[in-house]
Each structure stands twice: as structure tokens, then as C-alpha cells.
Antibody
């Protein structure tokens, strides 16, 4: 059974940093590109970042470029999102997700499995 | 950036009825790179349809997608109790990915 489990969410002050992790199981993660999508009540679903299966290629939305950094450790079946210079508008539930194999592009994927989400709250 | 507009915002229907949800794009979507997701309260989105009309693994055949260009439709042929949820369309294949704002299907 495919499972994605996020961790690392929490409350952080504006300007602070946080690192999210996504542990994958039930599939060979080295075959799949992965990504992060966030959700807020006001803005809905927003793609944040994606990473190729090897980790060699990374992609970001304009809203987080230069502040967030995606990475993966395939030996640990884990993906990460380092979030720096956090702003109030980054407050959201962050989902990690697996790209549907063979469909779409890593830079603009469709996701076939999603984790349950990690809440990130940026507030003073 | 392609903007996706979903309608209606809320659809009130009864179990057994047919539901038709619309997703309209501000520009033509190439290769029918349009997906639909279902999201229930407190849960992550679930992929239903990709390529405008291909059902994802394990999705019942009461869910069907159609459309091309700028107009796409998700049809639920006969609503089951578990189908009452929020549905999102998503454009993929070229940057940036965009999502519609969602249609809530609620019990009448």
C-alpha cells in the first residue's frame, strides 16, 4: 500500500525556518518524481515545488522561489522541504504527493497519491 | 498563467442523481492535460481523472470526465453517499500547475 507521511509542521515566527519531511513507503520511490502542494481556506490548492526522481532537477512556484528548497534522499525514501524566511501567507496545510508515472512533466505534474498533510502556521 | 474557473460553487443533489461539474480554462489546455480530484473533509485530495477522461486506478466507473480546449466536465452518473465532497480540477503538463477553486457537492 502506497503511503506518504509528512512530519515537521508547526508554529513558527515570521522570518523563521522549518523543515518538512515526507516518508514514502509501499513503492519504489526512486522511480517517481514527487512534490509539495499547499492548501489554505482562502487560496485553495497551490502547487509549491517538485523534484525529479533522481533529485537532479527541482522546480518552484514563484511565490516560494529563493526561500524554499526541495530535496530527497532515495536511500531513506524521504523527501524534504526546507522553508526559510517564512511569511504569514505561507500558513497552510502542506501535502507531499507522488507524481503519476508517465503522465505530465516533473515541472508540472499530476499527483496520484497524497499524504495527510502537515500544518504550518506562521505567526508572531 | 491559466486560470481555472469551476462552476457551480455548490451543487445540492440527492443520492442517485446525476451530477455535472464544470471547469473552464482562461486559455486552451493542450493535450487535454486536465485532472480532477475529490477531497473529503479532513482528508487529502484523491485523484479521479487525468488526461481529461482517463480514470485513475480504483476509481468507479460512475465517474467520467470529458472536454477539451477550454471546457471540461466531470460527471458522476449516480451519486453515492460517499461522493458528497469537494471536487477540484487541475491543469498540468506545463508550468505553472494551477487548480480550480473547487465545487462542493452537498446533500440536498
Amino acid at each position: 500500500e502506497v503511503q506518504l507521511l509528512e512530519s515537521g509542521g508547526g508554529l513558527v515566527h515570521p522570518g523563521g525556518s522549518l523543515r518538512l519531511s515526507c516518508a514514502a513507503s509501499g513503492f519504489t520511490s526512486t522511480y517517481y518524481a514527487m512534490g509539495w502542494v499547499r492548501q489554505t481556506p482562502g487560496k485553495g490548492l497551490e502547487w509549491v515545488s517538485s523534484i525529479s526522481s533522481s533529485g537532479d532537477n527541482t522546480y518552484y512556484s514563484d511565490s516560494v522561489k529563493g526561500r524554499f528548497s526541495i530535496s530527497r534522499d532515495n536511500s531513506k525514501n524521504t523527501m524534504y522541504m526546507q522553508m526559510n524566511s517564512l511569511r504569514a501567507e505561507d500558513t497552510a496545510v502542506y501535502y507531499c504527493a507522488r507524481k503519476l508515472l508517465g503522465i505530465g512533466e516533473d515541472i508540472s505534474p499530476v499527483f496520484d497519491y497524497w499524504g495527510q498533510g502537515a500544518l504550518v502556521t506562521v505567526s508572531s | 498563467e491559466i486560470v481555472l474557473t469551476q462552476s457551480p460553487g455548490t451543487l445540492s443533489s440527492s443520492p442517485g442523481e446525476r451530477a455535472t461539474l464544470s471547469c473552464r480554462a482562461s486559455q486552451s489546455i493542450s493535450n487535454r492535460n486536465l485532472a480532477w480530484y475529490q477531497q473529503k473533509v479532513g482528508q487529502a485530495p484523491r485523484l479521479l481523472i487525468y488526461g481529461a477522461s482517463s480514470r485513475a486506478t480504483g476509481i468507479p466507473d460512475r465517474f467520467s470526465g470529458s472536454g477539451s480546449g477550454t471546457d471540461f466536465t466531470l460527471t458522476i452518473s449516480r451519486l453515492e453517499p460517499e461522493d458528497f465532497a469537494v471536487y477540484y480540477c487541475q491543469r498540468y503538463g506545463s508550468s505553472p500547475v494551477t487548480f480550480g477553486q473547487g465545487t462542493k457537492v452537498e446533500i440536498k
